[in-house]
């Protein structure tokens, strides 16, 4: 799956992976990471999502980094902002009321743009990319973030032979392969919620749960 997938992806509006609503699993589970008002909080491949918008809410600010300029656009529009528009270095960089968005590759940022992050929020990200792509994601991400931050981490699973993604299925043993090297791991809860999705019903998946896990990279 190239960029280019994706960029197609929002020009056709194919963007059934947006969800209209905040993540209640967000609403839910964000205190554990125990998260001080102010802090920068990360959103990586963070299309137009209204969980920045809950974020923000908490006075926290947000760091959102999206391959589309349409997903970028579209969100300040839909929220009735009007940002500032700069480059940073190979960033189009998007600024308005404590929320900041960086329109480019995710793997183009290096340590001196998380600098100030606090805290990761990952929904979508990791289950969006295939298998060899989230290895890359997950050890570029590790490298670069600052020690001791917490990582809230939504995933599916399900049988990967019954659909081709994305989502892709994304099981606990392989959160552990990704991150548990260089993460402390715990599983917050996880659901079984088929019944509550009929589109994957529709394409013919037999199991599928959700995860929420809480990660910490480590000091060392």
């Given at each position: 799956?190239?960029?280019?997938?994706?960029?197609?992806?929002?020009?056709?509006?194919?963007?059934?992976?947006?969800?209209?609503?905040?993540?209640?699993?967000?609403?839910?589970?964000?205190?554990?990471?125990?998260?001080?008002?102010?802090?920068?909080?990360?959103?990586?491949?963070?299309?137009?999502?209204?969980?920045?918008?809950?974020?923000?809410?908490?006075?926290?600010?947000?760091?959102?980094?999206?391959?589309?300029?349409?997903a970028v656009q579209a969100f300040?529009?839909?929220?009735?902002?009007?940002?500032?528009?700069?480059?940073?270095?190979?960033?189009?960089?998007?600024?308005?009321e404590g929320i900041r968005i960086?329109?480019?590759?995710?793997?183009?940022?290096?340590?001196?743009?998380?600098?100030?992050?606090?805290?990761?929020?990952?929904?979508?990200?990791?289950?969006?990319?295939?298998?060899?792509?989230?290895?890359?994601?997950?050890?570029?991400?590790?490298?670069?973030?600052?020690?001791?931050?917490?990582?809230?981490?939504?995933?599916?699973?399900?049988?990967?032979?019954?659909?081709s993604g994305p989502p892709f299925?994304?099981?606990?043993?392989?959160?552990?392969?990704?991150?548990?090297?260089?993460?402390?791991?715990?599983?917050?809860?996880?659901?079984?919620?088929?019944?509550?999705?009929?589109?994957?019903?529709?394409?013919?998946?037999?199991?599928?749960?959700?995860?929420?896990?809480?990660?910490?990279?480590?000091?060392?």
């Open positions: 799956m190239k960029k280019e997938y994706w960029l197609e992806r929002w020009r056709q509006e194919e963007i059934g992976f947006h969800q209209s609503e905040v993540n209640p699993y967000l609403r839910q589970y964000w205190r554990e990471l125990k998260v001080e008002p102010e802090k920068q909080v990360l959103v990586p491949l963070c299309g137009k999502s209204r969980d920045m918008m809950w974020l923000r809410e908490q006075d926290l600010s947000v760091l959102g980094v999206e391959l589309s300029a349409r300040f529009k839909e929220n009735a902002y009007s940002p500032r528009h700069t480059t940073l270095g190979k960033f189009d960089r998007w600024d308005v960086l329109c480019g590759d995710f793997f183009d940022l290096e340590k001196d743009d998380l600098a100030e992050v606090g805290a990761v929020y990952d929904r979508a990200s990791l289950v969006a990319l295939p298998p060899k792509t989230r290895y890359a994601y997950a050890d570029h991400l590790l490298r670069i973030l600052p020690p001791a931050i917490p990582i809230l981490l939504v995933t599916f699973d399900y049988p990967q032979a019954e659909m299925a994304v099981s606990t043993a392989e959160v552990e392969a990704l991150y548990g090297k260089r993460t402390d791991i715990r599983l917050l809860a996880k659901f079984d919620v088929l019944t509550e999705n009929p589109r994957f019903q529709q394409r013919g998946i037999s199991r599928l749960q959700e995860s929420i896990f809480l990660l910490t990279t480590r000091t060392a």
